[in-house]
T-cell receptor, first 114, second 116 residues
Framework: NAGVMQNPRHLVRRRGQEARLRCSPM?????VYWYRQLPEEGLKFMVY????????ESGMPKERFSAEFPKEGPSILRIQQVVRGDSAAYFC????????????FGSGTQLSVL | AQSVTQLDSHVSVSEGTPVLLRCNYS??????LFWYVQHPNKGLQLLLK??????LVKGINGFEAEFKKSETSFHLTKPSAHMSDAAEYFC??????????????FGRGTSLIVHP
């Protein structure tokens, strides 16, 4: 049973480009969380999704950021028109519905904006 | 509403001495509590978790934590530090948010430094 898979591991973008971060949850997990970690800080919650539905997006910036978790395929965190301040590690976690005690994290995607 | 406070941003110990990383939480319901470790440039690894069973929880690598409801604490301990324990440690609380969903909330982290 593979763990939570995130790709790419590292992503470099120039200011103004788009960044797409992918997260494939563990088998049997239908809920996905996205977190952002800025240097020397803890993880900040961004969005919580289940397939085809956003459950809670209270941590998402109002502009440029969006997330989806389609019926088929991985969850995608999309950042449009990236700026230097978007440089961070982005972590995805998955769990079965309502079973946060079975939460598992991916290895993260390090986004660097030049 | 839920929150978690890690009382120390840095903890420095000598190899072979005990480790104590402090965590206090605030939760409206019966929370689940976790400790994660993050080594430099690595992902997150679950050390241990409390989910309303035994209040003393044993984890990997000799770590353990005790859930104390009266003190709203979940401190992480280890009897004897090893050099390989040097890392960032995160305390995490999760209970039912106002909208009914469970969203884990991270503390700011404690950096454990182990001296030879």
């Amino acid at each position: 049973n593979a763990g939570v898979m995130q790709n790419p591991r590292h992503l470099v973008r120039r200011r103004g480009q788009e960044a797409r971060l992918r997260c494939s949850p563990m088998k049997g997990h239908s809920h996905v969380y996205w977190y952002r970690q800025l240097p020397e800080e803890g993880l900040k919650f961004m969005v919580y999704l289940q397939k085809e539905n956003i459950i809670d997006e209270s941590g998402m910036p109002k502009e440029r950021f969006s997330a989806e978790f389609p019926k088929e395929g991985p969850s995608i965190l999309r950042i449009q028109q990236v700026v230097r301040g978007d440089s961070a590690a982005y972590f995805c976690a998955s769990s079965p519905p309502g079973q946060v005690e079975k939460l598992f994290f991916g290895s993260g995607t390090q986004l660097s904006v030049l | 509403a839920q929150s978690v406070t890690q009382l120390d941003s840095h903890v420095s110990v000598s190899e072979g001495t005990p480790v104590l990383l402090r965590c206090n939480y605030s939760s409206s319901y019966s929370p689940s509590l976790f400790w994660y470790v993050q080594h430099p440039n690595k992902g997150l690894q679950l050390l241990l978790k409390y989910t309303s069973a035994a209040t003393l929880v044993k984890g990997i690598n000799g770590f353990e934590a005790e859930f104390k409801k009266s003190e709203t604490s979940f401190h992480l301990t280890k009897p004897s530090a090893h050099m390989s324990d040097a890392a960032e440690y995160f305390c995490v609380v999760s209970d039912r948010a106002s909208g009914g969903s469970y969203i884990p909330t991270f503390g700011r982290g404690t950096s454990l430094i182990v001296h030879p």
